[in-house]
T-cell receptor, first 113, second 111 residues
Framework: DVKVTQSSRYLVKRTGEKVFLECVQD?????MFWYRQDPGLGLRLIYF???????EKGDIPEGYSVSREKKERFSLILESASTNQTSMYLC????????????FGEGSRLTVL | KQEVTQIPAALSVPEGENLVLNCSFT??????LQWFRQDPGKGLTSLLL?????REQTSGRLNASLDKSSGRSTLYIAASQPGDSATYLC??????????FGQGTRLTINP
């Protein structure tokens, strides 16, 4: 079975802190994605990566950056957390662009105080 | 621009009923359509992926159909159980750029 693991299920941070959200997949997928999910707004794509050290902006990249140093690991970084970044963050991966089956992790619920 | 709509937003049925969830999309030039399940506070679980060349895909009590020409997909759940209670989302690629998700249907199966 495909496994996408997000290291932290729940985090509470203070405004201005730097936050790292880690995601690891075990299926040798080329593509990895970070979404955030908010009530009434649905899922919104923050960043995605189609190869090691490659990244592309999604719909809402402002306030975020990403890192992909190894194929299996994709990190989302909040350089200076703000209260409007309180959300559920979901990592996903697949083999072949947007046409391959997408697999999600369990999610990371971030609260910024 | 691709738009995906799921109606109704919420559905409540008694246990044992067969039910259909709907998904419509505006641009019929899609590669595939994927159905997901999401439990409260959890991530999305992939249920079925239908390729554009297929009309149906089945997994256990679930059957998904795809009609590209009309821009519609349905997810049929047979003999519903309380454990089927969750939010069900569909998603389609927008060209070769990104996935567009519906807002989901929140399903409650009453014992």
């Amino acid at each position: 079975d495909v496994k996408v693991t997000q290291s932290s299920r729940y985090l509470v941070k203070r405004t201005g802190e730097k936050v790292f959200l880690e995601c690891v997949q075990d299926m040798d997928h080329e593509n990895m994605f970070w979404y955030r999910q908010d009530p009434g707004l649905g899922l919104r794509l923050i960043y995605f990566s189609y190869d090691v050290k490659m990244k592309e902006k999604g719909d809402i990249p402002e306030g975020y950056s990403v890192s992909r140093e190894k194929k299996e690991r994709f990190s989302l970084i909040l350089e200076s957390a703000s209260t409007n970044q309180t959300s559920m963050y979901l990592c996903a991966s697949n083999w072949a662009g947007w046409t391959g089956e997408l697999f999600f992790g369990e999610g990371s619920r971030l609260t910024v105080l | 621009k691709q738009e995906v709509t799921q109606i109704p937003a919420a559905l409540s049925v008694p246990e044992g009923e067969n039910l259909v969830l709907n998904c419509s999309f505006t641009d019929s030039a899609i590669y595939n359509l994927q159905w997901f399940r999401q439990d409260p506070g959890k991530g999305l679980t992939s249920l079925l992926l239908i390729q554009s060349s297929q009309r149906e895909q089945t997994s256990g009590r679930l059957n998904a159909s795809l009609d590209k020409s009309s821009g519609r997909s349905t997810l049929y759940i047979a003999a519903s159980q309380p454990g089927d209670s969750a939010t069900y989302l569909c998603a389609v690629p927008q060209g070769a750029q990104k996935l567009v998700f519906g807002q989901g249907t929140r399903l409650t199966i009453n014992p």
